[in-house]
């Protein structure tokens, strides 16, 4: 019998990790349900030993497949393509699971006939050690399976549907021959279009499972690292631009392909702070910012009109000297939550 579950897990160079994040996975409570893919993409430190002792321990649940470094998305296909399980998620390496959370979750989607199945993340910050679980609103509906469609563009639900709370179908990710960009950073939002813009149905439960740590200079979500990453950004949003095109030829539902717009637009948005606001160099930014729009002008003019505002709004706090900390205080949140 197939396992209800992969966790496809990407490792590179987590050593100092693992001591927390693999122990969760050898829950028996897991055997026969759980499969655990973990992807060694090229590790140099001690990554290879720890997975291969792990495994060594937990032959009934962990599987290794040890790769060349192609990057995250490079891992995920790897293990996409070595997944078992009915359903499919990510779970990176130097994050963990909630095995309570985890449990309950395995038994829902053991009767789930939802394509896409949605739970709970926490965030852990590595420092202080403090964390906060984001929950779902009042307008989400939770325990039932629904229309994508009908809920995909309600209020700001899509944004509680991100790589850390999403399950997939494994057969949906195959029948839509999903594979993400290699050698590129910020693949996990290609990957959450991909997974749900081709979705019937959706279900959300309230069981806290993805445990994200945070507070780590060196993660790609650094106001720094998205400035350097810059061109890993305009890689990924070309590809959703590239994959919207070729969705125009399906009956898509008009819900979702305003779904795909939003966010394609959203990126827009985050790249427009990125360049005009994150980035020491102002005009470095300034020149990265009216290539963008651009770009936008000439490909998809309907997104450039659609971000024009969120443009011009960048532009007059670029003018007056705002930067990523600044931003954050003014709006009360972190930028690349949208």
């Known amino acids: 019998m197939a396992p209800v579950l992969t966790i496809a897990v990407p490792c590179y160079n987590v050593e100092r990790y693992l001591d927390r994040s693999l122990p969760p996975y050898g829950d028996p409570r897991f055997v ?8 060694d993409d090229g590790s140099t430190d001690n990554t290879p030993d720890l997975l291969a002792d792990f495994a060594r321990k937990n032959p009934n649940v962990v599987k290794i497949v040890t790769k060349e470094n192609g990057g995250h998305g490079s891992a995920v296909n790897a293990a996409l393509a070595h997944a078992g399980g009915t359903y499919f998620r990510i779970v990176d390496g130097d994050d963990w699971v909630n095995p309570d ?13 939802a394509d896409l199945v949605v739970d709970l993340k926490r965030e852990v910050h590595l420092i202080t050690g403090e964390s906060e679980l984001f929950e779902l609103p009042g307008y989400v509906p939770t325990g039932a399976t629904v229309s994508f469609p009908d809920v995909c563009c309600e209020h700001d639900t899509e944004s509680y549907v991100m790589i850390h709370t999403l399950s997939v179908r494994t057969e949906l990710l195959r029948s839509e021959r999903v594979s993400l960009l290699e050698k590129t950073f910020y693949e996990d939002y290609e990957y959450v279009v991909k997974a749900t ?28 690292n998205y400035v350097k990453r810059w061109d890993d950004h305009m890689r ?65 003019p309907a997104h450039e009109q659609a971000t024009r505002k969120r443009y ?14 600044k931003l954050d205080k003014l709006m009360g949140r972190s930028l690349e939550r949208g």
Not at 238 to 261: F, G, M, N, S, T
Not at 313 to 325: C, E, I, T, V, Y
């Open 101 to 113: 959370g985890l449990n309950a979750m395995l038994d829902v989607m053991s009767a789930s006939e």
């Open 236 to 300: 990924v949003l070309r590809e959703i631009v590239r994959y919207e095109d070729e969705q125009a030829q399906r009956a898509l539902d008009p819900r979702v392909k305003r779904y795909l717009a939003r966010k394609i637009e959203l990126m827009v948005h985050t790249l427009y702070n990125i360049a005009l606001i994150y980035d020491h160099d102002r005009a470095r930014g300034m020149t990265r910012a009216k290539k963008l729009r651009s770009e936008l002008s000439q490909r998809c």
């Open 32 to 39: 026969g349900r759980l499969e655990v893919v973990l992807v």
């Open 312 to 325: 011009r709004m960048a532009l007059a706090l670029h003018a007056l000297g705002f930067d990523s900390k």
């Open 197 to 224: 813009v081709p979705a019937r149905t959706i279900a959300f439960h309230s069981h806290e499972v993805y445990q994200y740590l945070v507070g780590n200079a060196s993660q790609s979500v650094s106001a720094e």
